[in-house]
């Protein structure tokens, strides 16, 4: 049986230094045993969680986030990779709370009534970018109706990750599929019970990271 794929990516141009979102189709055969896998073991089969290469140095990134402290409001993003991002995000309502610990970084919450507003492709970009990423998690975001789109910066506002933020608390049967995706780090705002499982993207080497204690 063939099973086609979608594979997204952020490219950058070959002759000039602007990024885009490319969208490439792939044909694999596989069996039917394959296709039919359940959707939890097929995301952890086709994930990959970056603990070894390129792994950012989080101890410094801790440090960082903790010297200051702002909000979606008052931060401002730099550079053209920061602009673009931006736009695509427009439409979408900026989620001012503060979450503990997480510094420099530009959140906006994404409201999601069914899962067809994660299928929407009206606007290609916001959709590979923000939309289709999270099909898979529709049923933990279902219990809450949204889930955080961040832009996290270095301190001069420099674009280094996207992050998306499930909310739930902090028990194991809120962390989606059990941190075996990514979503191993969880934050809240004013000490709350409810908060946010987040999960960082490395857009620049297609790849999630996973913060490592040292």
């Known amino acids: 049986m063939n099973c086609d794929y979608m594979v997204y990516g952020f490219i950058k141009k070959k002759y000039d230094n602007k990024c885009e979102w490319k969208k490439f189709k792939l044909n694999r055969s ?4 394959y296709c039919k896998t359940h959707i939890n073991k097929r995301i952890e089969e086709n ?48 989620y001012e709370d503060k979450l503990n610990d997480i510094n420099n970084c530009k959140w906006y919450r994404v409201n999601v009534d069914s899962i ?66 990514g979503f191993v780090t969880w934050t809240n705002s004013n000490n709350r019970s409810q908060g946010y499982w987040l999960m960082f993207y490395d857009f620049k080497n297609s790849s999630i990271v996973i913060p490592m204690k040292k």
Request: aromatic share 16%; with cysteine; net charge negative.
């Open 30 to 33: 596989k069996s039917d045993m």
């Open 116 to 181: 067809d507003d994660l299928c929407n492709e009206s606007n290609y970009n916001k959709y590979t970018l923000a939309y289709y990423p999270m099909i898979n998690y529709y049923p933990y975001i279902s219990k809450n109706n949204h889930f955080l789109l961040g832009y996290k910066c270095d301190t001069e506002g420099e674009l280094q990750y996207i992050v998306y933020g499930i909310p739930g608390s902090k028990d194991k049967e809120d962390q989606p599929y059990g941190g075996k995706t």
């Open 47 to 94: 994930t990959r969680l970056d603990l070894d290469l390129d792994t950012p140095d989080f101890d410094k990134y801790e440090r960082d986030i903790k010297e200051n402290v702002n909000t979606s409001k008052d931060f401002a993003m730099n550079g053209s990779v920061g602009e673009y991002f931006e736009k695509i995000a427009r439409g979408f309502d900026v």
